[in-house]
């Protein structure tokens, strides 16, 4: 694993945490036994990331990406878009707004999201995927 990975969870947890409350946000999910309680949801997980070399002749630098999962069990896709929405507003062009010590978040940009309503028939899994450029000081 690389070494921007752990600057980069903390910083997204932060102004994730920060941004969305009282919607939770987990670095790994909850323990989901079948019958979790409704009241459990909506929540946020931040989820797998990759990380790629994005060096200059005078700094460090990954280019890295970040999926992040809504999930929620309102009846229909609206709960999980707004909260995917508000996300967006929190991270895409937003990197100044990230930050870890030894680190500059250079840009943050929206790649993809989606929403799928899981086989349960009542639960919505929002999947949305964001590049952020950051570099060591």
């Known amino acids: 694993m690389t070494e921007f990975a752990n600057p ?7 102004r994730l945490t920060a941004g969305l409350s009282p919607v939770k946000v987990y670095d790994s999910p909850p323990n989901q036994p079948d019958g979790l309680p409704n009241s459990d949801f909506p929540y ?12 200059t002749d005078t ?7 970040v999926t992040l999962h809504v999930w929620s069990r309102y ?7 707004t ?6 507003q929190l991270l895409h ?11 500059n978040f250079i840009d943050c940009l929206f790649e993809f999201g989606e929403v799928i309503e899981e086989i349960d028939g009542k639960t919505r899994h929002g999947v949305c ?9």
């Open 59 to 65: 700094s460090i630098g990954n280019s890295c990406t």
């Open 44 to 55: 946020v997980v931040i989820g797998d990331d990759t990380f790629a070399p994005f060096d």
């Open 129 to 137: 995927r964001y590049r952020i450029l950051l570099e060591k000081i």
């Open 8 to 14: 980069l969870q903390l910083a997204l947890f932060s």
């Open 75 to 81: 009846n229909g896709k609206k709960e999980t878009k």
């Open 83 to 88: 909260i995917m929405g508000s996300i967006f």
């Open 93 to 103: 062009r937003q990197a100044s707004s990230l930050s870890a010590s030894g680190y």
